[in-house]
């Protein structure tokens, strides 16, 4: 495989089709190598328009949400948050760290979570490689997340929930920035919570798209009378 050539064809052909426009972004996507985040057993996939497991089956993977995301949904997640070089970042989901990684070359500093201990080695692993050194991963449950752990310019969940929890907003710097994939299959919905005062959010949905659940955040009962 040319993997120049895949990396060329991954950002003209997903991910600027998808309006991902940012200069900054695009070229963002040059230079982490995305390649050098994905597992062996699947190199040939790493600038394919598919989610791509990091453990176990494929199924499986996919059931428990340990896997990379799509590279345009991430992209675009990104664009969207328009992170600063001031900014501090929590991600919940290391997964690889590819993510993280992107992140880290935009912000100040990045704190990104993982509940599965494999994967919070992996990503350690993986951005210490890359010579990433401004972020730290910690094994950790991003649905516990409280106030002793921070606040934040940015948060990003990499994988969907039902409603953005409060317990998150909570952490929002005011001038900051949330972004999740909001809602239940077949749509959810790209959801950007920017908190403008101590109580005034406000909530942007532009794009539809799906991503695997995060673990342990609420699930409404569906049972109705």
Same mark, same amino acid.
């Given at each position: 495989?040319?993997?120049e050539?895949a990396?060329f /064809?991954m950002i003209?052909?997903?991910?600027?089709?998808? /309006?991902?426009? &940012?200069?900054?972004v695009?070229?963002l996507?040059?230079? %982490?190598? =995305?390649?050098?985040?994905?597992?062996?057993a699947?190199? $040939?996939?790493?600038f394919a328009?598919?989610?791509?497991?990091?453990?176990g089956? !494929?199924e499986?993977?996919?059931a428990?949400?340990?896997?990379?995301?799509?590279?345009?949904?991430e992209?675009r997640?990104l664009?969207?948050?328009? %992170?600063?070089p001031t900014?501090? %970042?929590l991600e919940?989901?290391?997964g690889s760290?590819?993510?993280a990684a992107?992140?880290?070359?935009?912000?100040?500093r *990045?704190?990104?979570?993982?509940?599965v201990p494999?994967?919070?080695?992996?990503a =350690?692993? /993986?951005? =210490? /490689?890359a $010579?990433?050194?401004n972020v730290? %991963?910690?094994?950790?449950?991003g649905?516990k997340?409280?106030a002793a &752990? $921070?606040s934040?310019d940015v948060?990003v969940l990499? $994988?969907s929930v039902?409603?953005v929890?409060h317990s998150l907003?909570s952490?929002?710097k005011v001038? !900051?920035?949330l !972004?999740?994939?909001v !809602?239940?299959e077949?749509?959810? =919905?790209?959801t950007?919570?920017?908190?403008?005062?101590a109580t &005034?959010?406000?909530t *942007?949905q532009?794009?539809?798209?799906?991503?695997?659940r995060l673990r342990n955040?609420?699930?409404?009962?569906?049972?109705?009378?």
């Open positions: 495989m040319n993997i050539k990396r /064809n003209e052909q997903q991910i600027r089709p998808w /309006n991902v426009l &940012d200069a900054s695009l070229e996507l040059s230079i %982490v190598k =995305r390649e050098d985040f994905v597992p062996p699947h190199k $040939g996939l790493a328009d598919l989610e791509i497991p990091l453990m089956s !494929g499986e993977a996919l428990l949400g340990q896997c990379m995301l799509e590279p345009r949904l992209a997640l664009q969207d948050l328009a %992170v600063q900014d501090e %970042v919940i989901g290391a760290g590819y993510m992107l992140l880290g070359k935009k912000a100040q *990045v704190v990104t979570l993982e509940i494999e994967l919070a080695v992996m =350690r692993d /993986n951005l =210490r /490689n $010579g990433i050194h730290e %991963v910690r094994q950790a449950d649905a997340t409280t &752990d $921070g934040f948060i990499s $994988g039902t409603e929890p907003l952490l929002l001038g !900051g920035r !972004g999740a994939i !809602g239940d077949p749509v959810m =919905r790209a950007i919570v920017t908190r403008n005062s &005034d959010f406000r *942007v532009s794009w539809d798209t799906a991503a695997p955040f609420p699930e409404p009962s569906r049972f109705k009378f």
